[in-house]
């Protein structure tokens, strides 16, 4: 079974490359201490419903330093979608910490979550949305979760019942929508599982 620290130790061993139909070559890596600048380049760069809808901080800069400040550390496992000229269009997460408040709603649709299961989201840049490449990454993701031992893997935080482009994206790839509950924010958010 694979850990955070294994991909940690060498990214480039994770990496694959990706070619959607008629497209150019992407690859999809690990991020590396050496992304901050660029994944806050890929943050700035987002529309701001992508940046709503893909859960960017006002503050990219900081977000960029602690995700980059956290590989190898805690539970999550970052990807990013670097495109032909090197430039990072996508961010590609999976945490495998089930939080308390996931497993008390799944419970109520009588799902029992535990360490088995890992969340999953992504973003990706909006001059890429549509291309397929988003359906191709998140596939190797899958299948690298599948590698730490996992078998199921949920939205993260959900998606929003107004995402009709994720919802779609989502079923296609194979989640299946459950329930629905409120963010702190006031938003309705549909929660999503999908057996890996
Ligand atoms: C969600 C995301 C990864 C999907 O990738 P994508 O490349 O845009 O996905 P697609 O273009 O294949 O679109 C998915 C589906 O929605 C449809 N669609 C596209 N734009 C749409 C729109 N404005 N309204 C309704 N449907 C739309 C597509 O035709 C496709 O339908 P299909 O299943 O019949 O093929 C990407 O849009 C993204 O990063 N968005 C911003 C962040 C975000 O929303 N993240 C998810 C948070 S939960």
């Known amino acids: 079974v694979l850990t955070l620290a294994d991909v940690a ?10 070619t959607p139909v008629g497209g150019t070559v992407f690859v999809l890596r690990p991020l590396e201490s050496g992304d901050r600048a ?4 890929f943050f700035d760069g987002l529309s701001t419903r992508s940046r709503d809808l893909g859960g960017v901080w006002d503050d990219t800069s900081a977000q960029a330093a602690e995700h980059c400040d ?3 550390r805690y539970d999550k496992l970052r990807l990013v979608l670097v495109d032909a ?4 269009v996508g961010l590609l997460e999976v945490s495998f910490d089930v939080v308390a ?22 973003c990706v840049a909006d001059a890429v949305q549509g291309s397929g490449v988003a359906d191709l990454a998140s596939t190797a993701t899958f299948e690298l979760a599948r590698r730490f031992g996992r078998a ?8 929003r019942e107004d995402n009709v482009r994720a919802r779609r994206f989502y079923r296609r790839l194979g989640f299946t929508e459950l329930g629905t509950c409120r963010e702190p924010g006031g938003e309705l958010v549909r929660d999503g599982l999908r057996r890996l």
Do not use: H, K, Q
């Not at 408040?101 to 992504?122: H, M, N, P």
């Open 9 to 18: 130790a060498d990214p480039a061993g994770y990496a694959t490359e990706l």
């Open 38 to 41: 660029g994944l806050r380049v």
């Open 70 to 72: 956290a590989i190898g």
């Open 85 to 88: 000229g090197d430039r990072i």
């Open 101 to 122: 408040a996931d497993v008390e709603r799944f419970r109520s649709y009588g799902i029992d979550l535990g360490e088995e299961d890992a969340r999953f989201g992504l």
């Open 152 to 159: 199921r893997l949920i939205l993260w935080g959900g998606v």
